[in-house]
Structure formats: structure tokens, C-alpha cells
């Protein structure tokens, strides 16, 4: 009998070809007027003489609304097994798999910048607990005449000697400098003993009065602490390791 209200959703339009059709109402009937809002059907929506409809089409999903099922191989926990492993055979099994192509794109995007951003972390993970653990090389709590009370008298010789002994200790000494030498690390200054100049000892800046620039020749009072790690030192193009004092103030005499 066709449809009163004209009204079937929105994928489907019916047509009646036979009967006739209210432009208004959108239903169909075979007399003169509509039922609905008794108006006369106009002529060129009459049975034969409208223009036949075409059907709409009909979108539909690439997986018919289906849940799709993933073979375990192709599984993205399989893939990340199979790259560490074997990384070919990986790339292989990821092409062959039904995930989207920008899934795969991505996936290969990040296992090749894994190990820079590996780096990257670690470095800043490294930069942080330097930050929060570290420690002064120099005690910064005792004022200028308090820290020299503080620092035994030793010779240079008993330092280069048995540096262990004093590893907890303030020491002080008498230096002559050798030479100066600036990396990454920071401001060294090769010293001698004035007595044997085969006693050498690296002094490093950590001045809490002020950075000050000691050349070769100048003696030098050293008041510090023992550094836990040794000045590797290059001359004649052989490295050797010497004792080193983190100094808080230096003299010149």
C-alpha cells in the first residue's frame, strides 16, 4: 500500500511509480488529493510522471561492523619480540599483519629513535641525580677563618705519598705551580713540591673567595680537602694519575 508518513530512514528511499506522491506529506495515494492534508497531488508529482529515484548507497565499515580477530603472530606484542630479536623477520610479519598502515609507520618510527630517546632519558635521569645527590666539593658551611682553623699542616710529600690517610680531612700545604690546565671538569693547576719537583699534586679550583689565575713559578698556601678521585695527567704523551685537592683558598706567598 506504500508508506503514509513517508518515512523509511535515512539509507532507503521507497518510491511508489504507480501512485501518487504528496510533496508534502512525502506519502503516497492512489487518488486525487492526500489523505493527509487533503491538498490535490500536482501534476508532475502524479504516477508516471515523476522522475524515478535513485538508490542512495550505502556506506558501510571496512569490517561490516565485524570484530575481526588477529592471528597471535601478528599480535603487537609478538611484533616488539620478533624486532628485538630478529628485526627482518619482524618488519616482514608487521607488513603482513591487518593493522592500519599508519600503526605500522608509527611503530617503525619509534623502534628506530628507541635508542636516542634511551639516551636522552638516561642522560637526563643522570643530570638529575647528580642535581639532587651530589655533593660540594668543598664545604661551604664554615666562613673563610673557620675552614683554615680547621686544615692540618702536611707536607706534600706525606699527601702524594698516602693520600687515603687524609681522605676526610681539611688539609693545608705549600705548592709551587707548574702549570694550568682547563677542561671539562674545570680549573687544575699541576703543582710541585718546592723541595722535589717529583712530587706533584693536582689542585683544583673550587676557590670560595673568588677565582684567581696562578701562574708557573708562583707558591702557593692550599687550604681543601682531599679529592675522592685522582688529576689523570698527560705529559710526554704518557697518562699518570696524581693526587688531588679540591682547594676552597689558595695564598700566593
Same mark, same amino acid.
Not at 575481526?68 to 618488519?91: D, E, K, T
Not at 636522552?120 to 660540594?136: E, K, W
Not at 718546592?194 to 673567595?209: E, F, H, S, T
Given at each position: 500500500?506504500?508508506?503514509?508518513? #513517508?518515512?523509511?530512514?535515512?539509507? =532507503?528511499?521507497?518510491?511508489?511509480?504507480?501512485?501518487?506522491?504528496? +510533496?508534502?506529506?512525502?506519502?503516497?495515494?492512489?487518488?486525487?488529493? &492526500? +489523505?493527509?492534508?487533503?491538498?490535490? &497531488? +500536482?501534476? $508532475?508529482?502524479?504516477?508516471?510522471?515523476?522522475? %524515478?529515484?535513485? +538508490?542512495?548507497? =550505502?556506506?558501510?565499515?571496512?569490517?561490516?561492523?565485524?570484530?575481526?580477530?588477529?592471528?597471535?603472530?601478528?599480535?603487537?606484542?609478538?611484533?616488539?619480540?620478533? @624486532?628485538?630479536?630478529?628485526?627482518?623477520?619482524?618488519?616482514? /610479519?608487521? @607488513?603482513?599483519?591487518?593493522?592500519? !598502515?599508519?600503526?605500522?609507520?608509527?611503530?617503525?618510527?619509534? *623502534?628506530?629513535? !628507541?635508542?636516542?630517546?634511551?639516551?636522552? =632519558?638516561?642522560?637526563?635521569? #643522570?643530570?638529575?641525580?647528580?642535581?639532587?645527590?651530589?655533593?660540594?666539593?668543598?664545604?661551604?658551611?664554615?666562613?673563610?677563618?673557620? *675552614?683554615? $682553623?680547621? &686544615?692540618?699542616?702536611?707536607?706534600? $710529600?706525606?699527601?702524594?705519598?698516602?693520600?687515603?690517610?687524609?681522605?676526610?680531612? *681539611?688539609?693545608?700545604?705549600?705548592?709551587? /705551580?707548574? $702549570?694550568?690546565?682547563?677542561?671539562?671538569?674545570?680549573?687544575? *693547576?699541576?703543582?710541585?713540591?718546592?723541595?722535589?719537583?717529583?712530587?706533584?699534586?693536582?689542585?683544583?679550583?673550587?676557590?670560595?673567595?673568588?677565582?684567581?689565575?696562578?701562574?708557573?713559578?708562583?707558591?702557593?698556601?692550599?687550604?681543601?680537602?682531599?679529592?675522592?678521585?685522582?688529576?689523570?695527567?698527560?705529559?710526554?704523551?704518557?697518562?699518570?694519575?696524581? %693526587?688531588?685537592?679540591?682547594?676552597?683558598?689558595?695564598?700566593?706567598?
Amino acid at each position: 500500500m506504500g508508506r503514509m508518513l #513517508g518515512y523509511h530512514g535515512d539509507e =532507503v528511499e521507497l518510491d511508489r511509480p504507480d501512485l501518487n506522491k504528496c +510533496p508534502d506529506c512525502d506519502c503516497f495515494f492512489a487518488s486525487d488529493a &492526500c +489523505p493527509l492534508c487533503k491538498k490535490i &497531488c +500536482p501534476e $508532475e508529482m502524479r504516477a508516471g510522471n515523476r522522475k %524515478p529515484v535513485k +538508490p542512495k548507497k =550505502v556506506k558501510r565499515r571496512r569490517d561490516n561492523g565485524r570484530v575481526q580477530f588477529i592471528s597471535w603472530y601478528h599480535q603487537w606484542w609478538f611484533i616488539v619480540i620478533l @624486532f628485538l630479536i630478529m628485526p627482518l623477520a619482524g618488519l616482514v /610479519v608487521l @607488513f603482513t599483519s591487518p593493522h592500519k !598502515f599508519w600503526k605500522k609507520i608509527l611503530f617503525i618510527a619509534i *623502534y628506530l629513535l !628507541f635508542p636516542t630517546i634511551i639516551s636522552i =632519558v638516561m642522560m637526563l635521569s #643522570g643530570f638529575t641525580l647528580n642535581a639532587l645527590f651530589a655533593q660540594d666539593p668543598v664545604d661551604t658551611s664554615l666562613t673563610k677563618e673557620a *675552614y683554615v $682553623e680547621k &686544615c692540618v699542616d702536611i707536607t706534600p $710529600e706525606e699527601f702524594y705519598r698516602s693520600p687515603d690517610t687524609y681522605a676526610d680531612s *681539611y688539609v693545608s700545604m705549600t705548592l709551587k /705551580v707548574s $702549570e694550568k690546565s682547563v677542561n671539562q671538569y674545570g680549573t687544575f *693547576y699541576i703543582c710541585t713540591s718546592v723541595d722535589n719537583p717529583q712530587i706533584m699534586i693536582a689542585v683544583q679550583d673550587y676557590l670560595l673567595d673568588g677565582k684567581q689565575n696562578f701562574i708557573a713559578g708562583d707558591l702557593l698556601i692550599v687550604y681543601g680537602e682531599p679529592s675522592q678521585d685522582g688529576c689523570l695527567v698527560s705529559m710526554d704523551g704518557k697518562a699518570f694519575e696524581i %693526587p688531588c685537592i679540591n682547594a676552597a683558598y689558595a695564598a700566593k706567598q
